[in-house]
């Protein structure tokens, strides 16, 4: 008993699948490029209007961090390009036949979008507590008694910080008067 075996040539899709399973890390090329290529546009575009001291001004940091973007992409791309792979990391505990647990995604975006919307017409202090519980739920916290306390005080703490020690002014809605 014979058996024939007919192999199927891989037509031009297959062979264009297989090349970019083999190269996903382009992706992450093509984002890290998208990313420096914004970064450097809004630096480039931003409207100084106070006197600079010296040679650094506020355009020198995002100039530098997106021209290091576009480096990066330019040299991960050719690395990709090489042959360079990944490599997975041994420490891990992710169970990659598992599927995503979108629900906690979509529970945390929900909250960070709402804390966004509502930072302005309430404050930081109540958008970043409600923000901190939002994320201490979506993760799995079910402790009422405790989760809200310490989300207010992380919050207060937060704008504390930011507003009176950094003096990066934050909105603080109904509470400005009483902070």
């Known amino acids: 008993m014979t058996t024939q075996t ?3 040539p891989p037509t031009r899709d297959d062979d264009r699948r297989s090349w970019l399973k083999e190269h996903s890390e382009l992706g992450v090329c093509a984002l890290l490029l998208a990313l420096g290529a ?6 480039l575009t931003m409207d100084v209007d106070i ?3 010296g040679p650094v001004g506020p355009k020198t940091v995002p100039i530098v961090v997106g021209a290091g ?7 991960l791309a050719v690395d990709v390009l090489r042959g360079g792979r990944g490599q997975a990391e041994g420490g891990e505990d992710v169970d990659l036949s598992e ?3 979108w629900r906690t995604v979509l529970l945390l975006a929900g909250v960070f979008l709402g804390s ?9 202090p109540v958008a970043g507590a409600l923000l901190f519980w939002g994320a201490a739920f979506a993760l799995g916290s079910r402790r009422i008694d405790r989760d809200p306390l310490i989300a207010a005080v992380l919050s207060l703490v937060t ?12 909105p603080g809605g109904p ?5």
């Open 6 to 8: 007919t192999d199927i």
């Open 38 to 43: 914004l970064v450097l546009t809004d630096a």
């Open 51 to 53: 006197a600079q001291r």
């Open 69 to 75: 973007l576009l480096l990066i992409a330019a040299l």
């Open 99 to 101: 599927p995503a647990d």
């Open 116 to 124: 966004a919307v509502l930072i302005e017409p309430l404050g930081f």
């Open 159 to 170: 704008y504390t910080v930011f507003n009176n020690l950094l003096g990066v002014p934050l």
């Open 175 to 179: 509470l400005m008067g009483v902070l």
